[in-house]
Structures are given as C-alpha cells and as structure tokens.
C-alpha cells in the first residue's frame, strides 16, 4: 500500500463524479494519504457542499449562482471555510493553488474553472468532457503552455491512457460503449421513450445529462471527439464497439498487432483512483471483476439508424472544432429540453441535426473557422445554442 500526497480541489463536488471523488479521498486518507482540499463547488445543492465541507475540510467552497452567497454564508457558518458564490468565485476554485483539481461540472459551465486550473499548470483530472469539447486545442495549446497535466477520467479515455505505452506505435483506438439503456429497442419504442427511461442506466449510476447523452449514444460521439483531442488520433482511426457488459473499457491496436485495453467492473472510482494517484496507484474498495461470474463478454457493431448521434458527432469532428463545439452546445439544450418534458427522446438527435444545418446557413463563417479564442468558442456556443433552442420550441409546439 502506497500513501500519497496532494493538495486537491473538487470542481462539482455535490455530484456524481464529485462525490465518489471524495469516497476516494476518504479512502486515500485513511490509507495514510496526506490529502488537504483546497476549494470544492457545487451547482445549486448548499446542503450538499456543507455536509462535503463537514467530510473534506476544504479553504474556500463555491456555489454557482451569485445570489445565493448569504444563504451559502448561513449553511458553512461555523465550518472555518471561506465563501463564495457566481461565476468568478467557481473560476477562484479553479485558480487557488491545489497540486490536483477534478473538473467534475456538467456542461460547458466547467470550461472557465477547468482553463483557470490548466492555466496555472495544475494536474487537471478531466471527467467534464463538454469543456475539453467545446474548446479542445485551446484548452491543449493552454496545457501546453502552462505544464499541467491533463489527465482523463471518462472510463474509456482513461483505459487508453493506462496502456498507451507506445503512443508512436499505434494504429488504432477503439472505444467501447454500453449501449444504454434503449439498446435493443426498435426505433418505434424509442420514439415514446420517457426520461424516467433514458436516465435508468444498466451498468453505470450517473448525472441526468450523461445518462440521456448515454441513451442516445451522444455520449459516444463526444467521447470519440474526447479521445481524437486527447490522444490525436484522426476520426478515422477511432472505432466504437457496444459492449454492453461495460468490462473492457476501451482498446489500443498497435502496429504489431497486440490489442491492450484495460478491464474492472463498472465503477467510477477506479479510473478516479487512477487520476488522483497518477503516477502511482492506491488501493480502492470496489466490486471487484469476477470474469468467470459474468461468464462472457459480447461485441457488436453499433446501429446508427437508430442512434444518429454518433454519426453526427463524427461528422463535427471531420469538419472541425468550431462544429464540434456548436454540436455539444445544441446537444445540452437538447437534452434539457427532453428532461423537462417539452420534446421527444428521438427530438434529441434531430434538433443537433438541424442546428448544425442552420448554422451552416446563417453563421457559415463562424462554424467554418477553427476558434482563435475562448471569446470565439463562446461566440459559437451562443449561436449553437440559440439555434437549438429555435428548433425545439417549434418541435414542442407541433
Ligand atoms: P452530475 O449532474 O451528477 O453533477 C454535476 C455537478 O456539476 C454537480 O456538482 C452540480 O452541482 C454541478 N453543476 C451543474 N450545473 C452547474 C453550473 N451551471 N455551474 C456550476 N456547477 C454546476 O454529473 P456527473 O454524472 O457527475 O458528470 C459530471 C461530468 O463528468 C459530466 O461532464 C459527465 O459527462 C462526466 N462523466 C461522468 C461520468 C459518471 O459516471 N457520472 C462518467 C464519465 C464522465
Ligand atoms: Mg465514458
């Protein structure tokens, strides 16, 4: 058992990713693990930062929303920990000097965060694959610039990341992917999906956005976007397998023939455990794999009939980063517009569809252009977003 050292800060400490990050740390801790949290943040959820407070003892913790300081001011009053609240103080948490920050934020609402840690040169464990999405090479180029250390959490991208030992050797990556929950539905089913249905993940207990991205295999697709910036391999040269025991959670060939990938049960706190340790490893308490149990493992090619989403992210990523980011964009007004009920899970696809077309139409220059700066990734956003919105709300009311 070996005991690490870190300063580390939790950004979306109150949610899925967020809190099997601090079971880790706890874990890490009672191993010895010399573990000090420099700042956590949280969305909306105050009495979930304080009882993360009470567990981590953090410096400073955060909340999303700016008028909601006093009533975060009331919840941490006697837990000797600085304040604050609004998009600057999520930013601080990002920017104090911790040797380690998990970027945990949903959507491209972790991107502003995330580049303050980047930027400062920090080890940056990335779960929140929207941000790295929507400004990839920048976020890259910043990396560069500063020395930090990006290290992947997706389960896939950190499989790669474990047995990538020869990047200049490889031929090919492939990603395995669940299936979701709809996997074996017809396309007639799906069509009256419900969001009770679309979050009810088989292998993996997630946030609502990921598990509806799951549903419809967008999540694929941004994972194929993920692993094509991360380790620069070209769209062609990424496959998707459905593996719906979610065990082997994604494969490098090399160019001798050997396949590696890496297997453990489905569980989020193995590749945390990974991040948090890297370079070195710590033990952490999970199911662990009993193959001859599950008794075989199953692949198969995916059907993009019934899930478009992979198609569509595949042809972001061949035309380019701004489409890339207009795609994540329109796919978080999709789906927020399926969780509350006002379109259709198939609706889902189709807005990101007709978004990137519309987009093509009116802001054809601002989509073409790889974005020089974060001004002009948000400038794309924007427009993804807006353009999204349009469509669903004629979608809602036909
Ligand atoms: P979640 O919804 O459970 O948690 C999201 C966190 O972000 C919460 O702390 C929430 O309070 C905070 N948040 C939400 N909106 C915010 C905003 N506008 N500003 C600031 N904070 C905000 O989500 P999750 O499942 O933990 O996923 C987090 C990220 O990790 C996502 O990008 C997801 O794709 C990625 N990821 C998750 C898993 C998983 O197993 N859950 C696996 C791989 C990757
Ligand atoms: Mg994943």
Redesign the pocket.
Known sequence: MSAITRTVSIL???????RSTVDVIEQARAQGGAISVEAI?????IAALAEACRRLRPRFAAV?DAAQINEVRAALSGLDVEVGAGASA?EEAGARPADWVMS????A?GLAPTLAAVRRGAAVAI????CLICAGPLMLRAAAESGAKLLP???EHNAIFQVLTHPAHVERLTLTASGGPFRTWTLEAMAAARPDQAVAHPN?S?????SVDSATLMNKGLELIEASYLFEMPEERIGVLIHPQSIVHSLVHYEDGSVLGQLSSPD?RTPIAHALAWPERIAVSTNRLDLAEIGGLTFAQPDLRRFPALGLAREALRAGPARVAALSAANEIAVEAFLGGRIRFLDISRIVEEAMAALEGTEAGLIAKTPSSFGEVAAVDQAAREAARRIAGSLAAA
Request: net charge neutral; proline share 0%; charged share 10%.
């Open positions: 979306g400490v109150t949610g899925s990713i967020g943040t949280a969305g909306q959820n999303a999520l945990a934020i949903v959507g609402a779960a929140n694959k929207e959490v997706d389960s993996w997630m946030g609502a956005k990921i989020m």
